[in-house]
């Protein structure tokens, strides 16, 4: 394992600050971390992520293009993208339900989605990309199966994600990277106990929730990671994947959870949608025509520092692809900030007037 350092130094109630160290590099949760399919966010130049901490990158994709003979030339992803800071790699899993294709125990087999070729994802193949990849945090390859599959399908993917994790535990061997496990199980609050301690009888350095933001309610993800979370060591790192909404991530962080994901801030931003707190509004209704404030009064990202609503409007309806760089920016920016006064928030002990005042702001 690679140069780790985990310390929690704040609880409010079941929220927590942790300070992380992985590689020498230092990071607080709560955590959002942006998402860099391809090692880059559609319109925005990563240099303008000037405060996130750590970037996720796709495994599944990566691999089909550029390649990982690209990237070897490169030493890796970090040398490829630019990117100092840290770097999490998703294992393919994800596409193994996104994409169709043919799952058998030994792994995942996929159409090329650029050529119609096949190729099969197995633990082995995943681990060796992530190992080119050489990204700060690798995931294991695991079965995500719909939400409201049968519960013998969630025990089947429950049963199948801990043997290719077993398998990704003992071949994994770069010094250089963090490696988590993922516990499935769906809504079956049994299920997601029994995959939470297979998990966590493999010793990761972290673990991840995962199997959720697919379509189930906030009620029934609140219930299980309620469920589920007290299963997971209090010295390891926890991740709901694939959830970015800031109400969707509040709600969680309050139950401990300390890392997200997802595309949501950037792909709202392409649709003219601009994140305000817990909420977000649509830039192209007419009433924005002639606003010369800020898309966000209290925000000083680069966009909100230097442009009107009425300007951003304007090239959202005429230039839309050059207004995507300015949304997009705010999007994340305003979400990372917002973690960050969580982080501060939790910090105060003053978590739950936090929570209420930005629900009902």
């Known amino acids: 394992m690679n140069s780790y350092k985990f310390e929690t130094i704040a609880i409010d109630k079941k929220a927590r600050v942790n300070k992380v160290n992985i590689n020498g590099k230092e990071f ?73 294709n043919k799952l058998d125990n030994s792994g995942i087999n996929f159409k090329n989605i650029y050529d119609g070729s096949s190729f099969k994802m ?16 690798a995931m294991i390859l695991d079965n995500l199966v719909n939400i409201d599959a049968s519960y013998e399908n969630q025990k089947n993917a429950i049963t199948t994600t801990f043997n290719w994790a077993s398998e990704a535990r003992n071949i994994h061997t770069n010094k250089n990277q963090s490696l988590f496990g993922i516990v499935q199980g769906g809504l079956s609050k049994e299920l997601r106990g029994i995959s939470a301690e297979q998990m966590i009888s493999l010793d990761f350095d972290g673990y991840a929730i995962g199997g959720l933001a697919i379509g189930e309610s906030s009620e029934d993800r609140i219930d299980i990671v309620k469920h589920t979370v007290d299963y997971l060591p209090k010295n390891k790192l926890r991740y709901v994947m694939g959830l970015g909404d800031i109400k969707g991530m509040i709600d969680l962080i309050e139950l401990g959870i300390d890392m997200f994901d997802c595309v949501w801030p950037a792909r709202l931003a392409r649709h003219g949608k601009i994140i305000n707190k817990s909420t ?27 442009y009107s609503k009425s300007y951003l409007r304007h090239l959202l309806i005429n230039e839309s692809t050059s207004s995507w760089f300015y949304l997009t920016l705010h999007n994340i ?24 005042n930005l629900i009902n702001e």
């Not at 197995?122 to 945090?137: A, F, G, R, V, W």
């Not at 305003?334 to 936090?354: C, G, V």
């Open 280 to 306: 977000f509004f649509n830039l192209k209704n007419a009433k924005y025509q002639n606003d010369i404030n800020p898309l966000v009064l209290d925000c000083y990202c680069y966009t909100c520092k230097n």
């Open 122 to 137: 197995t633990p082995k193949l995943s681990m060796e990309i992530q190992n080119i990849l050489n990204s700060d945090i």
């Open 28 to 100: 607080l949760t709560p955590i959002f971390m942006p998402v860099a399919t391809r090692g880059s966010i559609k319109s925005l130049p990563l240099d303008y992520l000037q405060n996130s901490k750590i970037l996720l990158a796709n495994t599944y994709h990566l691999y089909l293009r550029p390649g990982l003979d690209v990237i070897k030339r490169s030493n890796g992803l970090h040398e490829f993208i630019n990117w100092k800071n840290l770097i999490l790699t998703d294992s393919g899993g994800f596409q193994g339900w996104s994409i169709p």
């Open 333 to 356: 920016v305003q979400t990372e900030n917002i973690i960050k006064e969580i982080q501060e928030s939790i910090l105060n002990s003053n978590f739950d007037k936090y929570k209420e």
